[in-house]
């Protein structure tokens, strides 16, 4: 069965420090993938999506960028964080190609920048 | 992209039928809709999707009218842990979902 991971659950970092989240899928190939941050008390906002390897769209431009090493891994980064980046970040996937299945979510990893 | 408007909040009781509708009037032909539920501090997961009429499964039922510019999650005898925010979506296949700010359930004793 397909499985996403996605870590860590928390982190707290200093503005201006970097940052690397990490999110990988089991048990699927060519899945694609999405970014998502939900602020506290919000809907979800889109921040990338990829449908294959090395290819990211970005949603909304900001201080974040995503890139897609292995075909069932994403990766969600900042070189300086903001205050406003805190949130609740969430991977999911989806199967590729033109049906619609729905999206499985991983746990999520809340961020708080002090 | 079609957009949706669904209730902010709703509250119900235990052992009550939810229904939570959902406006969607500029779906397109291959569009799909699908209802999520989300928990605090979780991902949200995925509870039923359909095209056209009446979809059930063991958590839900989905109704959807022919014109397809609305749909309604039925929820029945809810209890306390059906508590959580339901988002309603349209899109499919390469189309990104985007999330509204959904609607909070709130189940009262």
């Known amino acids: 069965s397909q499985t996403i991971h996605q870590w860590p659950a928390t982190l707290v970092q200093p503005v201006g420090s970097p940052l690397s989240l990490e999110c990988t899928v089991e048990g699927t190939s060519n899945p694609n993938l999405y970014w998502y941050r939900q602020a506290a008390g919000r809907g979800l906002q889109l921040l990338f999506y990829?449908?294959?390897?090395?290819?990211i769209s970005s949603e909304v431009p900001q201080n974040l960028s995503a890139s897609r090493p292995q075909d069932r891994q994403f990766i969600l980064s900042s070189k300086k964080l903001l205050l406003s980046d805190s949130g609740f970040y969430l991977c999911?996937?989806?199967?590729?190609?033109?049906?619609?299945?729905?999206?499985?979510f991983g746990s999520g990893t809340r961020l708080t920048v002090v | 992209l079609a957009k949706t408007t669904q209730p902010i909040s709703m509250d119900s009781y235990e052992g009550q039928e939810v229904n939570i509708t959902c406006s969607h009037n500029?779906?397109?032909?291959?569009?799909?809709i699908t209802w999520y539920q989300q928990f605090p501090s979780q991902g949200p997961r995925f509870i039923i999707q359909g095209y056209k009429t009446k979809v059930t499964n063991e958590v839900a039922s989905l109704f959807i009218p022919a014109d397809r510019k609305s749909s309604t999650l039925s929820l029945p005898r809810v209890s306390l842990s059906d508590t959580a925010v339901y988002y309603c979506?349209?899109?499919?296949?390469?189309?990104?979902?985007?999330f509204g700010a959904g609607t909070r359930l709130a189940v009262h004793p």
């Open positions: 999911a996937w989806s199967v590729a190609g033109d049906s619609p299945h729905g999206y499985t």
């Open positions: 500029n779906i397109a032909t291959n569009d799909y």
């Open positions: 979506l349209v899109g499919g296949g390469y189309n990104k979902l985007i």
């Open positions: 990829s449908v294959g390897i090395g290819q």
